[in-house]
Nanobody, 122 residues
Framework: QVQLVESGGGLVQAGDSLRLSCVNSGRSSGRYVMGWFRQAPGKEREFVAA????????YYADSMKGRFTISRDNAKNTVHLQMNSLKPEDTAIFYC???????????????WGQGTQVTVSS
């Protein structure tokens, strides 16, 4: 069983940074790919970043490359998303997801957290 819980969201100003965390509190010991997605009001859920089980392969959406960094600590069952130089258009609910492939679509992931709100003011 996989239970994902996100934290670290909040209200920040443009140019600020935030670090999101996602803990797998379930009993599953599966070797999952972990991903981050986001969904802004009225928009579809979009891919942000993903990382393989070993942590040596990372994938980013083009618009986040260079500003966002995904990392994981398997000993703590945790994945992080470091977000720098935040922009108002980054405002969204950010979701953590676990799956078995490094796809970029929501359907590529089997387990989802409840999400954490990130709001960036101008």
């Amino acid at each position: 069983q996989v239970q994902l819980v996100e934290s670290g969201g909040g209200l920040v100003q443009a140019g600020d940074s935030l670090r999101l965390s996602c803990v797998n509190s379930g009993r599953s010991s599966g070797r999952y790919v972990m991903g981050w997605f986001r969904q802004a009001p009225g928009k579809e859920r979009e891919f942000v970043a993903a990382i393989n089980w070993g942590g040596y392969r990372t994938y980013y959406a083009d618009s986040m490359k260079g500003r966002f960094t995904i990392s994981r600590d398997n000993a703590k069952n945790t994945v992080h998303l470091q977000m720098n130089s935040l922009k108002p258009e980054d405002t969204a609910i950010f979701y953590c997801a676990a799956g078995t492939s490094t796809g970029r679509g929501p359907r590529d992931y089997d387990y989802w957290g409840q999400g954490t709100q990130v709001t960036v003011s101008s």
